[in-house]
């Protein structure tokens, strides 16, 4: 490097100011306009003092005044010669320094990790460090032929000329972000700082850049930026930036009446089938498929479903929010008909079969439709809307669309202050044990009850069918039926100690599809039997026919697991299901209840005494006890005993009702209780 291209003048470091290459020629200059002057004076002393007699005297004092002006002149060229040498001693101490200083920015700028450029007032590069040559691919010639504005991205360009710019004119260098090209066609982005070369009249000759390569930083960073903003499996946007988006489109709406928009909540029925029966890597497979067939066909609905628009179309949002959901903001669309139409053509693309890991897979998806409406101010409340209105599609039979309305808000609203009444309920232990007995058709007496919950709201005695759903989707099911299986099987264990029979009285209780679900169900029911020492086999569980055949795998996993305590297995509500008579058959279950949609229709309808008639015998060639439910009149009994029905359940004998009134029952039908000591005798003996 020569010594021109020391850089100098660093804004950085005003502080100590370095030695300057100017200050060094100025100070030889000065020597040598000293050295001539000497030389002058000296020469013109000697020429006058010879040629023109200056002083025109005697001899004798003539030679004198020679001599001394002579002695004069030397003792000058004396002083002038130390003052020279100590001048020379000086100028050679400082060009070391230089030396040193030189090979020190040598060493540094040759081993430096960052770029360190000096490039002329046209942008020429003058020098670059050999990091020049790592970070971008170029050799050390090409560098010197090329222009480095040139490969700087034609956006940053203009850019970093106006920075060189300022630079040069302040003398102050910012910190700047530019991309520029790698020899192999890549952009890499480099972060640079840049301070000026002044030359002697302190105006700006060259400058420093200093520059790193931060590529592989801001790629982290956008990475970072990008998973914070983005679903990890399907890559597509995730909640927060679609609330972002929907949250912008409304803020769009109150500004522009007529810009409208909907939101679409996307649930895929029954994607929980997928996972436990395929697995978790063909269920992440199907969200992955689900979603790329989503985008495409968003891209085509746009098209199709709303050409007339004219002006460019906005990109609609597809975002996944997690699980089997997917959420849809539909920019600029013209009325309601429009996301409608996009949500059934969306639902159609959807229902043509996927093939992942060699399995067929047919998805259905229910569709929640929301409005962009002027009373709405929170992204939040959109999507909330739009989730309600699917959770109405989903119940409505699935495979459907629905579009939010304010009614739907309402009911939204009083399942979720249910909800918390029921918290409170079970805190304030509110809820009630109800018994139903169960006759046997031949002999008439009470076999066993049926526990059914009622919850004691004020003054109000609430049946199941105004709280179970809630308590089933909300989870609250699980503690409220411990505490039920608990009190029935206590009260059984009462019963039998009273009331002696052979075979003894049984107790059914119901299961809902949470519970199944629960992996802990087995345990938590053996927990209980063990506690209160009931018989299993005097346990009987009652589950719908639906959640037995909802997934056939993992059901016989749970039967057979509940089975295995002991405990009897009863399918609800036969017939309102499509079992197939093979499923069945393979299900360790021990008796159907047919539905009582069929019971309380049998006497006056030739059809449902059919079906019931048919149900009866699939259950006898099955070796299965049959139970009617919802028997209410002496018609159907009769009936049902022509048709050989072993039990019965019904208002007819019995509505449901506390322990005192069943302990009376029991006392009329089945015969006498047992003494105070027997029963007691009889509770202690298990
Ligand atoms: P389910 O298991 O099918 O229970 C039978 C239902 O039929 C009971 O309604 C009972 O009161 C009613 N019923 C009985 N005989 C007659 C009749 O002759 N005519 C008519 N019209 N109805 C009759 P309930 O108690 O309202 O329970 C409804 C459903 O709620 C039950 O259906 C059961 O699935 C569920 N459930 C009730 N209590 C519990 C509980 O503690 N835990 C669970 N998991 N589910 C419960
Ligand atoms: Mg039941
Ligand atoms: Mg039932």
Redesign the pocket.
């Known amino acids: 490097m020569s010594q021109e291209e020391f850089p100098t003048a660093n804004q950085n470091q005003p502080a100590a100011t370095p030695i300057q290459r100017w200050q060094i020629e100025g100070r030889e200059w000065w020597l040598w306009g000293l050295a001539v002057v000497v030389t002058l004076v000296l020469t013109f002393g000697i020429v006058s003092l010879t040629y023109f007699q200056l002083h025109p005297q005697t001899e004798g004092t003539y030679w004198t005044d020679l001599k001394e002006w002579v002695r004069g002149l030397a003792c000058v060229v004396l002083l002038f010669d130390i003052y020279t040498l100590y001048q020379h001693l000086q100028l050679q101490q400082i060009r070391r320094r230089l030396a040193e200083r030189d090979q020190l920015f040598q060493l540094i700028t040759e081993n430096a990790a960052d770029m360190i450029a000096v490039v002329d007032g046209t942008g020429q590069r003058i020098y670059n460090s050999p990091a020049y040559q790592h970070v971008l691919g170029y050799s050390a010639e090409e560098l010197k032929t090329t222009s480095s504005i040139e490969q700087i991205h034609p956006d940053d360009r203009q850019r970093v000329l106006e920075a060189a710019r300022k630079a040069r004119s302040t003398g102050q260098g910012q910190r700047l972000e530019y991309r520029i090209r790698h020899k192999d066609g890549s952009w890499r982005i480099l972060e640079s700082t840049a301070s000026v070369i002044r030359n002697a009249k302190g105006e700006t000759e060259k400058l420093v850049i200093v520059n790193r390569d931060i590529s592989e930083r801001k790629r982290a960073e956008e990475l970072l930026a990008h998973s914070a903003f983005h679903d990890g499996l399907t890559n597509l946007p995730n909640r927060a930036l679609f609330l972002d988006r929907l949250q912008r489109a409304l803020v769009l709406s109150k500004r522009h009446t007529d810009y409208k928009f909907a939101v679409l909540f996307i649930d895929v029925d029954e994607f929980k089938v997928f996972n436990d029966s395929l697995g978790h890597k063909v269920g992440d497979e199907v969200l992955v498929q689900i979603g790329l067939r989503l985008t495409a066909s968003l891209r085509e609905v746009d098209t199709i479903s709303r050409p007339q628009l004219g002006q460019a179309q906005k990109d609609d949002t597809l975002a996944r929010l997690g699980g089997d959901e997917y959420t849809i903001l539909l920019e600029d669309i013209r009325d309601p008909s429009d996301a409608i139409r996009v949500a059934e053509r969306l639902q159609s693309r959807l229902a043509v079969p996927f093939t992942v890991q060699g399995y067929e897979i047919v998805v259905n998806a229910s569709v929640g439709i929301a409005l962009s409406t002027a009373a709405c101010a929170h992204a939040e409340d959109l999507l909330r809307d739009a989730n309600i209105a699917m959770y109405r599609a989903k119940r409505a039979g699935k495979a459907r669309c629905e579009v939010f309305d304010t009614a739907m808000h309402e009911v939204a609203v009083r399942r979720l202050e249910l909800e918390t009444e029921l918290r409170k309920g079970l805190e304030l232990s509110e809820f009630r044990t109800h018994y139903?007995p169960i006759i046997s058709l031949k002999t008439g007496r009470i076999t066993g009850f049926?526990?059914?919950?009622r919850w004691q709201h004020g003054d109000r005695l609430l049946?199941?069918?105004e709280f179970?759903a809630v308590a089933d989707e909300t989870g609250l099911?699980i503690p409220m039926?411990r505490i039920?299986l608990r009190e029935a099987c206590e009260q059984l264990r009462s019963w039998h100690a009273q009331f002696p029979a052979e075979p003894p009285l049984t107790m059914s209780?119901?299961?809902?599809s949470k519970?199944f679900a629960h992996p802990n169900l087995a345990n938590g029911i053996a927990e209980t039997l063990k506690q209160t020492g009931l018989d299993p086999n005097h346990l009987q569980l009652?589950i719908t026919e639906t959640i037995a055949m909802g997934d056939p795998e993992k059901a016989a996993s749970v039967l057979a697991e509940l089975k295995a305590l002991g405990v009897r297995l009863s399918v609800?509500?036969f017939g309102t299901g499509y079992s197939s008579l093979s499923r069945l058959q393979q299900f360790p279950v021990d008796s159907l209840k047919i539905d009582?949609a069929f019971i309380s229709q049998m006497d006056s309808d030739a059809e449902s005494h059919k079906i019931v008639q048919v149900i009866i015998m699939l259950a006898q060639t099955l070796g299965l006890v049959t139970v009617a439910?919802?028997?209410?009149t002496e018609e159907q009994v009769n009936q049902l005993k022509v048709l050989d029905c072993g039990f019965a359940?019904?208002?007819?004998f019995s509505r449901?009702a506390d322990h005192h009134v069943i302990s009376d029952l029991l006392l009329r039908v089945n015969g006498r209780a047992a003494t105070p000591a027997k029963a007691n005798a009889a509770l202690a003996g298990g």
């Open positions: 139903q049926e526990a059914l919950t049946s199941p069918a179970i099911i039926n039920l209780v119901n299961i809902t519970e009652e609800d509500d009582r439910e919802g028997t209410e359940q019904g208002y007819y449901p």
